[in-house]
């Protein structure tokens, strides 16, 4: 099936892009609940997945919201307020959905999936009350499964609208728009979806087009029409293939002189996200200056925690990354391997 929009002077020039931590929640989820992992998003999966099970988020609000394959309630991803808001921003616009949108989203579940489980009749039941006990299962599946790997899937979410952008500057918006992916075409006036399930009409779209790029989306694009709000059209983005590949840790013997061995071999250790104790394993450093090197690097922006059940994970931010990509890129003749030692833990640097 093919869906066609016809777009007006106004829905082009109402068109834009937002990076939306919800598209990439819904998505993960169902990611992780598939029994098959996937070739991509494979070493993401095998860390996240028994955290998952462990906080018991395979069984709980989501589980049953969003379902393996098929429809998930649009309630759950409402219009970004700007180009990038916050997880709380959007967890705010679920808890503000009216009940009959809230209805309305499950009916539809129910038609497809044949019912709904006892925590959605719940939800049904009582929309305003029970809401907030499903934002609060997504902000707890986005610490363990998201959050520190956000500066990461940020990263690339943030690449991939800088390329449309230039996109639109040097061939327009129909290069734009033919380019997002091969299920989307562009021409004389009109948007065409392949393989939509269901056609598309005026009066069921509302005005303007969002474009949201997704890390885990895919293989196909997904779209959302909850009128008045502007559709949205959530992508693959470029450049999922080296999301998880392994950094190079090239130049970190230069890094080393200015961070102190320690937190310079923290830092390359944290290339997945860890707590103190699987640091302190990996690297022969005692818990204790795990600990206190891991607080001097966050204070410098450089690590950021993350609570997943009853472990702390650290992480490295986009400023971390940035440090480690300009140490690699530094002229060193001779770089030596850094090594892990267990004296002394350079507490100070």
Same mark, same amino acid.
């Given at each position: 099936? +093919?869906?066609?929009?016809?777009?007006?002077?106004?829905?082009?020039?109402?068109?834009?892009?937002?990076?939306?931590?919800?598209?990439? +929640?819904?998505?993960?989820?169902?990611?992780?609940?598939?029994?098959s992992?996937?070739?991509?998003?494979r070493?993401?999966? !095998? =860390?996240?997945r028994?955290?998952?099970t462990?906080?018991?988020?395979?069984?709980?609000?989501?589980?049953?919201?969003?379902?393996?394959?098929? #429809?998930?309630?649009?309630?759950?991803?409402?219009?970004?307020?700007g180009?990038?808001?916050?997880l709380?921003?959007?967890?705010?616009g679920i808890?503000?959905?009216?009940?009959?949108?809230?209805?309305?989203?499950?009916?539809?579940?129910?038609?497809? =999936?044949?019912?709904?489980?006892?925590? %959605?009749?719940?939800?049904?039941?009582?929309?305003?009350?029970?809401?907030?006990?499903?934002?609060?299962?997504?902000?707890? #599946?986005?610490?363990?499964?998201?959050?520190? #790997?956000?500066?990461?899937?940020?990263? +690339?979410?943030?690449?991939? +609208?800088?390329?449309?952008?230039?996109?639109?500057?040097?061939?327009?918006?129909?290069?734009?728009?033919?380019?997002?992916h091969?299920?989307?075409?562009?021409?004389?006036?009109?948007?065409?979806?392949?393989?939509?399930? !269901?056609?598309? %009409?005026?009066?069921?779209?509302?005005?303007?087009?969002?474009?949201?790029?997704?890390?885990?989306?895919?293989?196909?694009?997904?779209?959302?029409?909850?009128?008045?709000?502007?559709?949205?059209?959530? #992508?693959?983005?470029?450049?999922?293939? %080296?999301?998880?590949? =392994?950094?190079?840790?090239?130049?970190?013997?230069?890094?080393?002189?200015?961070?102190?061995?320690?937190?310079?071999?923290?830092?390359?250790?944290?290339?997945?996200?860890?707590?103190?104790?699987?640091?302190?394993?990996?690297?022969?450093?005692?818990?204790?200056?795990?600990?206190?090197?891991?607080?001097?690097?966050?204070?410098?922006?450089?690590?950021?925690?993350?609570?997943?059940?009853?472990?702390?994970?650290?992480?490295?931010?986009?400023?971390?990354? %940035?440090?480690?990509?300009?140490?690699?890129?530094?002229?060193?003749?001779?770089?030596?391997?850094?090594?892990?030692?267990?004296?002394?833990?350079?507490?100070?640097?």
């Open positions: 099936m +093919v869906a066609e929009l016809v777009f007006s002077v106004r829905d082009l020039a109402q068109m834009r892009f937002a990076v939306s931590p919800m598209w990439e +929640v819904g998505p993960s989820f169902r990611l992780l609940s598939c029994g992992g996937h070739p991509v998003h070493p993401w999966i !095998e =860390q996240v028994p955290r998952l462990a906080a018991g988020l395979d069984r709980g609000w989501l589980a049953e919201l969003i379902p393996p394959s098929g #429809y998930v309630p649009d309630f759950l991803n409402p219009t970004p307020s180009p990038a808001p916050a709380a921003a959007e967890l705010d808890l503000a959905a009216r009940a009959e949108r809230v209805r309305h989203d499950l009916d539809r579940l129910r038609c497809e =999936q044949g019912g709904l489980g006892p925590r %959605s009749q719940a939800l049904y039941d009582q929309p305003q009350t029970r809401l907030a006990r499903v934002t609060e299962e997504i902000q707890r #599946y986005w610490d363990i499964a998201l959050a520190p #790997y956000w500066a990461r899937i940020r990263a +690339v979410l943030d690449a991939d +609208v800088s390329h449309r952008a230039r996109q639109v500057a040097e061939g327009g918006t129909a290069r734009l728009l033919n380019d997002l091969a299920s989307v075409r562009w021409g004389d006036d009109t948007l065409q979806l392949l393989r939509r399930p !269901e056609a598309l %009409s005026r009066h069921r779209a509302g005005q303007g087009l969002l474009l949201i790029p997704s890390v885990f989306t895919g293989p196909g694009p997904f779209t959302r029409v909850a009128p008045p709000d502007p559709r949205q059209l959530a #992508y693959p983005a470029r450049g999922i293939g %080296s999301l998880w590949q =392994q950094r190079s840790t090239a130049g970190t013997a230069a890094l080393a002189a200015v961070l102190g061995r320690a937190r310079t071999l923290l830092l390359t250790e944290l290339e997945n996200p860890a707590s103190t104790t699987e640091l302190a394993r990996r690297t022969g450093l005692s818990p204790a200056g795990v600990s206190q090197n891991l607080t001097a690097l966050r204070g410098a922006g450089l690590v950021s925690a993350h609570r997943a059940g009853r472990s702390v994970l650290y992480a490295r931010t986009s400023v971390a990354e %940035s440090v480690l990509g300009a140490a690699a890129c530094a002229l060193v003749p001779h770089p030596s391997p850094l090594k892990p030692q267990r004296e002394p833990d350079e507490a100070a640097g």
